[in-house]
């Protein structure tokens, strides 16, 4: 079945440093690779996403390449900021008729200014 | 914003009594999803829905039931609610064509004591 294993937080860096969230998979086909971030008391939020290998997906500053070759979709960011807190969630979908999402457990992130 | 609401916001319910929470759409997506949110676990998707009285149980669909009798809405109810079922839950809508992402509402608290 398909997995989605991501390095375990908590996560605390400074105000201007560089950010990565390590995200492995295993899946059947050629799935779809996403990051959700969830700041406190609030539902997830679509980040980015990448469908196809060597993609790149980027939104407000953040990256993540899409590699087939070492199952890999890692999250970066170059200068985090405070309000960049939050839990990351990586997440694929492999397709088929129902679209299902497998998520990862999450990734508390806290930035101190 | 995806136009999706859920209530109630919060609820606190005793052992043994039947619970109902409500998702409430304005996208007119076919596809509706219910997870569950815990510590250490991420998400885990408890039933879906594909379309008007079209559901399917999801990885932890014991001791749920749903039903969805009008494209917009998608309950979820808990017959005999246990404390393991302390928890918060998401509905999320998504899937189409070749878009596999989902948009999340702000989720329920729910306390079993």
């Known amino acids: 079945g398909n997995s989605v294993t991501q390095m375990e937080g908590p996560v605390t860096l400074s105000e201007e440093a560089f950010l990565t969230i390590n995200c492995t998979y295993t899946?059947?086909?050629?799935?779809?690779l996403f990051w959700y971030v969830q700041y406190p008391g609030e539902g997830l939020q679509l980040l980015l996403k990448a469908t196809k290998a060597d993609d790149k997906g980027s939104n407000k500053g953040f990256e993540a390449t899409y590699r087939k070759e070492t199952t890999s979709f890692h999250l970066e960011k170059g200068s985090v900021q405070v309000s960049d807190s939050a839990v990351y969630f990586c997440?694929?979908?492999?397709?088929?008729?129902?679209?299902?999402?497998?998520f990862g457990k999450g990734t508390l992130l806290t930035v101190n200014p | 914003d995806a136009g999706i609401t859920q209530s109630p916001r919060h609820k606190v319910t005793e052992t043994g009594t039947p619970v109902t929470l409500r998702c409430h759409q304005t996208e007119n997506h076919r596809y509706m999803y219910w997870y569950r949110q815990d510590p250490g676990h991420g998400l885990r998707l408890i039933h879906y829905?594909?379309?008007?009285?079209?559901?399917d149980k999801g990885e932890v669909s014991d001791g749920y039931s749903v039903s969805r009798s009008k494209t917009e809405d998608f309950l979820l109810t808990l017959e005999s609610a246990t404390s393991s079922q302390t928890s918060v839950y998401f509905c999320?809508?998504?899937?189409?064509?070749?878009?596999?992402?989902?948009?999340f509402g702000p989720g329920t608290r729910l306390t079993v004591t």
């Open positions: 899946a059947t086909g050629y799935p779809s």
């Open positions: 997440a694929l979908s492999s397709g088929g008729s129902n679209y299902k999402l497998t």
């Open positions: 999320a809508i998504g899937g189409s064509g070749n878009q596999h992402e989902q948009y």
């Open positions: 829905s594909y379309g008007v009285k079209d559901t």
